[in-house]
């Protein structure tokens, strides 16, 4: 993943179901979409810009922009996690 991209398969697959997962919230239980509201609320986005343009969003990760992800987040020993306000 840090070196090599993934395979146009393995991205389209990935974001296929990204999106589909997204989608569902707003067909099936209502439940998991309020969780989602409250969420994207908590996290600042208090017009939930963000939630709105996830699948947007969602498409303009390319294969490249993954790689340039892992290598910034992933080393060999560990995962580094940020957590911050937005």
């Not at 303009?60 to 922009?65: A, F």
Request: aromatic content about 8%; overall charge negative; charged content about 35%.
């Amino acid at each position: 993943l840090k070196e090599v991209l993934v395979s146009d398969a393995e991205h389209d697959a990935a974001v296929t179901f990204l999106h589909d997962e997204y989608t569902n919230l707003f067909h099936s239980d209502p439940s998991e979409l309020l969780d989602k509201i409250i969420e994207s609320a908590s996290n600042g986005d208090e017009r939930l810009e963000k939630l709105h343009s996830y699948g947007y969003r969602l498409r303009k990760v390319s294969r490249r922009r993954l790689r340039d992800a892992a290598n910034k987040y992933l080393t060999q020993d560990y995962a580094r996690v940020l957590l911050r306000p937005e």
